[in-house]
């Protein structure tokens, strides 16, 4: 059973910093591009990051290029987003896809922005 569960969200002022985790199982995770996505509230899904098997390869979305850092631990099976001068427009459910699966989803992680 394929399992993604996204982590560490949560309330941060603008200018703050967040760390979000997903833990992957149920397939060889070192073998396969990872994302992570996000939406908001009448919004469609937003590819934000993506990162290659090995982590050679890294891309932004424009919006969060220059703030965000994807990385990945495959020996942990875990793609981490760190996330840092936080805007509100960061304000958004998060989730980590296996890249062309989209079929296997995770809860998400709720990120909040406000002051």
């Known amino acids: 059973q394929v399992q993604l569960v996204e982590s560490g969200g949560g309330l941060v002022q603008p200018g703050g910093s967040l760390r979000l985790s997903c833990a992957a199982s149920g397939f060889t995770f070192s073998k396969y591009t990872m994302s992570w996505y996000r939406q908001a509230p009448g919004k469609e899904r937003e590819l934000v990051a993506t990162i290659t098997t090995a982590g050679a390869s890294t891309e932004y979305a424009d919006s969060v290029k220059g703030r965000f850092i994807i990385s990945r631990d495959n020996a942990a099976s875990t793609v981490n987003l760190q996330m840092n001068s936080l805007k509100p427009e960061d304000t958004a459910v998060y989730y980590c896809?296996?890249?062309?699966?989209?079929?296997?989803w995770g809860q998400g992680t709720q990120v909040t922005v406000s002051s």
């Open positions: 896809q296996r890249r062309n699966f989209p079929t296997d």
